[in-house]
């Protein structure tokens, strides 16, 4: 495993593991901001649940090999803690009561499950091999890949956002944009593997971040909204 590889596993560690400490501590959800549009305080979008499901999603079809296949103890242990921490998230956000108060269902309204049932149509179409298995992780590529619109979607509606919400996506960001640089140091290292599916997913994946990171680093030198980019 290399340097690149491994910063992008623990920063998309970080990411979850953070999300979910501080909903269990805060018993919340949503937050309060000052980067806002007027001089006072104002309502954040906060997590959004679609999201987060579609993740548990992602990492349900990407690791059934979990109990037929060993690569190494590493690699058993992420598969886990991503299922664990993705799953107990969606738990807290859906079930636990203090919790659930404070998500804003009604400004989350991305219709997900068009994005699940495109994903698995084009998984269908274009994969490695003809398996369950392979398609269902070719799947999982594909949605990780668009997962976070939901998320996206909601801070666009509020044209606002918190610190929880802005760190999250910014390390999720910086996750998939390392795993780009592994695997082009893979391509040159190791025999110049070609592997297209996560490539490409990837980089839209990464696409989908880049005019959120030119805001959220904006962010830190003067107050600004976030761009109507991805308005449905």
């Not at 901001?33 to 305080?41: K, N, Q, T």
């Amino acid at each position: 495993m290399n340097v690149f590889r491994l910063a992008g596993d623990m920063t998309h560690l970080l990411s979850i593991v953070v999300l979910l400490l501080k909903i269990r501590t805060t018993k919340s959800c949503a937050a309060i901001s000052v980067f806002v549009i007027f001089d006072y305080l104002s309502l954040v979008p906060g997590i959004s649940l679609k999201t987060q499901e579609l993740y548990v999603i992602v990492f349900l079809t990407r690791y059934l090999d979990l109990f037929t296949k060993y690569y190494s103890f590493y690699n058993t242990l992420m598969k886990l803690v991503f299922l664990g921490t993705s799953i107990a998230i969606v738990w807290y956000m859906r079930y636990h009561k203090p919790v659930k108060l404070t998500y804003n269902k009604d400004q989350d309204t991305f219709r997900h499950y068009f994005l699940i049932l495109s994903c698995l149509a084009l998984a269908l179409l274009v994969h490695r091999a003809f398996f369950v298995i392979e398609v269902l992780w070719t799947f999982s590529v594909y949605l990780e890949a668009v997962a976070i619109l939901p998320q996206l979607v909601l801070v666009q509606r509020f044209r606002n956002i918190d610190n929880l919400t802005g760190n999250y996506v910014f390390l999720l960001g910086t996750y998939r944009a390392l795993y780009i640089i592994n695997w082009v140091y893979r391509f040159f290292m190791e025999n110049h593997q070609v592997r297209w599916i996560p490539w490409v997913s990837g980089v839209v994946q990464t696409a989908l971040y880049a005019d959120f990171f030119y805001y959220y680093i904006k962010r830190y030198f003067s107050l600004s909204l976030l761009p109507s980019v991805f308005v449905l």
